[in-house]
């Protein structure tokens, strides 16, 4: 069950590169066509061309901003066609006035993975091209990987699946299959309180066995919490098992609109060194 169509977001900086190669590494992995989009936003409060908050009286400031957009959205635009270009692939191509997430989640709807940046990565690009992969993960319906700044590629052969015995990670794991059937080492693993060793062992052993019906070989380990929080001990274990991937359900609420993530999603997406499957 491979991943037919990729989707990959793109703005104009030297990380995009990175992540437009890796994305292209992937499609040719998994013979899969590729679509690049970028979308950029006015800003009513701040001026994109300036950076100061707008005027009173702003409607020359709005066209300016505009210009200046769309030559931004232009730029993005030929980073991509000159590295799809050099690579001999065809792609698809799709920019639009608008946030950027809110534009990856309408292009999602032709997609079978996400492959965007990372949340720290989004806040060194200018604002009106700010860019949040928390929004895309939790309104696509997609699959996100999020790509660590700088690069441009990652064999996915050593896998570490985050477990939690919820429907975010259940849906996880089906959603990374195709990563997991290709990979060469994929470890189930779960850190929890000593007094739930036994249940979490056994949660991981089942799912272990559910990814052997998939063609997966997969070990399972319930490691018991220890200094630090979870995602740091998850980090460390992808890092002790030479892992390049980890899987992981994102989780999330909503208040006042807006969505607060755990701890655990909060700092894969923000500094994680590996790449990072979530799904929600």
Known sequence: MPYPNLLVHVQDDDHSDARIRLAISLARRFGAALTGVAAAKIDPVVSASTGLARPANSGGVVAVDLEFIESCLRAAEARFRRIMTASRMRATWHSRLDYPAEAICLYAMTSDLVVAGRRAEATL??????????????KAGRPVLVVPPGLPDFSGE???????????????????????????????????????????????????????????????????????????????????????????????????????????????????????????
């Open 158 to 280: 050593r896998v570490v699946v985050g477990w939690k015995n919820t429907r975010e990670a259940r849906r996880a794991v089906t959603d990374a299959l195709p990563f997991l059937q290709a990979a060469k080492q994929v470890s189930v693993v779960e850190f929890t309180r000593r007094q739930d060793m036994p249940a979490a062992r056994e949660q991981t052993l089942a799912v272990a066995d559910f990814l052997r019906t998939h063609g997966v070989v997969a070990t399972s380990d319930a490691v018991p919490y220890r200094r630090g929080t979870t995602a740091e001990q998850l980090i460390a274990f992808a890092e002790q098992n030479n892992a390049d991937l980890i899987v992981a359900g994102a989780y999330g609420h909503t208040w006042l609109h807006e969505w607060i993530f755990g701890g655990v999603t909060q700092v894969l997406l923000q500094r994680c060194p590996v790449c990072c499957l979530l799904s929600h």
């Open 125 to 138: 690009h200018a604002p009106q091209s700010a860019f949040d992969p928390a929004d895309v993960i939790m």
